[in-house]
């Protein structure tokens, strides 16, 4: 019994099994007991062991097995003024520290950050991503993080490198120059620029962060939106031609409904979008540039003087530039004759539903047969 007693009290094997995911830091109990001299000491690979003595840092073992004697720990040795012929038992505490990575940590920014955009001026933008870490000095990390504490996680030291990366991002970012519309393209650059700024202030903890990244960089909702709105805007581009389109399509839609109700509601929307569009460009200039003062769903109502009339229900209608002005719809027929009166050439201006805007009618595969079946010119006598 008494036997039993003394090997409970005496410590001949250290090491440390891990099987967590999130420990940083482990205290060998040894409370009551104390440490036999000669014992064994396992350190596995991504392992570190520290010795503290009466509240005092000692020695530190990397990787190895390690038989417990003065000449493997020297600065113990120091502290308790042991001659070479210690052979007596010992207490101290023994803390495992894990030196592997700890990855997917995240980081994100909980305010705003204000930078100055060269083209937007002044915003405020917020952005988060994912960074590893690991402990590369045992001692610098139990001495100014862990302290006493008998099991430290990662959670522990990862709200404090939160702050130190936030504050280190707000200020590269508000300093970089770099456009908010470029971001999305740099951030790797800034990423290495962060790692890079808050590597010395992690090495005092005895950190290092082998990874860094930057998943996103964004804007208030309010101004995404906006962002948007100029993208369509620059999608569309000319608005004149956008204009014409749409109101193409209002009227199609329209006339697609059923009786003659969708057909007189897409003809008076056309009349309606028509006038609006032909007072704001009625100062363009001469014939030439008819295309962008002419509206793209003409008015159905005939101008005076002007040849009109319901085309046959078979034929394709089509509206006519006539004078500076549209008129029809025509059929055909009603285009031979105004081209045999001289007044509809190669080089009018025709339109019909579901044609991209308006084009010369030479241009038209279903009208350029026209000028082809004209009879060639009467011999001078």
């Known amino acids: 019994?008494?036997?039993?007693?003394?090997?409970?009290?005496?410590?001949?094997?250290?090491?440390?099994?891990?099987?967590?995911?999130?420990?940083?830091?482990?205290?060998?109990?040894?409370?009551?007991?104390?440490?036999?001299?000669?014992?064994?000491?396992?350190?596995?690979?991504?392992?570190?062991?520290?010795?503290?003595?009466?509240?005092?840092?000692?020695?530190?073992?990397?990787?190895?097995?390690?038989?417990?004697?003065?000449?493997?720990?020297?600065?113990?040795?120091?502290?308790?003024?042991?001659?070479?012929?210690?052979?007596?038992?010992?207490?101290?505490?023994?803390?495992?520290?894990?030196?592997?990575?700890?990855?997917?940590?995240?980081?994100?920014?909980?305010?705003?950050?204000?930078?100055?955009?060269?083209?937007?001026?002044?915003?405020?933008?917020r952005a988060f991503g994912t960074y590893s870490m690991r402990v590369t000095d045992p001692a610098a990390f139990m001495r100014e993080i862990v302290g006493t504490d008998g099991e430290f996680t990662a959670d522990e030291i990862a709200f404090q490198l939160r702050n130190v990366i936030v504050q280190e991002f707000s200020r590269l970012i508000a300093s970089s120059g770099i456009p908010v519309l470029d971001m999305a393209a740099n951030?790797?650059?800034?990423?290495?620029?962060?790692?890079?700024?808050?590597?010395?202030?992690?090495?005092?903890?005895?950190?290092?962060?082998?990874?860094?990244?930057?998943?996103?960089?964004?804007?208030?909702?309010?101004?995404?939106?906006?962002?948007?709105?100029?993208?369509?805007?620059?999608?569309?581009?000319d608005l004149d031609r956008f204009g014409r389109y749409a109101q193409s399509e209002a009227m199609l839609n329209a006339s697609n409904r059923d009786g003659g109700m969708g057909a007189g509601l897409g003809a008076g929307m056309g009349a309606a979008l028509g006038m609006g569009m032909a007072a704001q460009q009625g100062a363009r200039g001469p014939w030439g540039q008819i295309p962008q003062a002419v509206p793209a769903a003409p008015a159905p109502a005939p101008q005076p003087g002007m040849i009109a009339g319901p085309a046959p229900a078979s034929d394709t209608v089509w509206h006519v530039a006539l004078d500076g002005a549209a008129s029809g719809p025509f059929g055909k027929a009603d285009l031979g004759r105004l081209m045999n009166e001289g007044r509809f050439t190669r080089d009018t201006l025709v339109w019909t539903p579901g044609q991209d805007g308006w084009k010369e009618a030479d241009e038209v595969p279903a009208l350029a047969q026209l000028f082809t079946m004209l009879p060639p010119p009467l011999p001078q006598r």
Not at 24 to 47: N, P
Not at 193 to 204: E, F, L, N
């Open 187 to 237: 951030t790797q650059q800034l990423g290495q620029m962060v790692a890079k700024a808050i590597g010395p202030t992690v090495a005092q903890y005895g950190l290092t962060l082998p990874e860094f990244y930057i998943e996103n960089i964004s804007l208030p909702d309010e101004v995404e939106r906006m962002l948007d709105k100029r993208t369509s805007i620059g999608i569309v581009g």
């Open 1 to 125: 019994m008494v036997l039993d007693f003394l090997t409970g009290e005496f410590i001949d094997v250290i090491e440390w099994v891990d099987d967590t995911r999130d420990t940083m830091v482990w205290r060998y109990e040894t409370r009551g007991r104390a440490i036999k001299y000669g014992a064994k000491l396992t350190v596995r690979e991504g392992q570190a062991a520290v010795f503290v003595h009466e509240g005092q840092l000692a020695d530190v073992f990397g990787p190895g097995l390690y038989m417990l004697e003065t000449n493997n720990m020297p600065i113990l040795t120091r502290l308790q003024h042991w001659d070479h012929g210690f052979r007596s038992p010992f207490k101290s505490e023994i803390y495992f520290v894990n030196t592997t990575r700890f990855n997917d940590l995240k980081w994100g920014t909980r305010n705003p950050v204000i930078a100055r955009d060269p083209e937007f001026g002044p915003v405020r933008l």
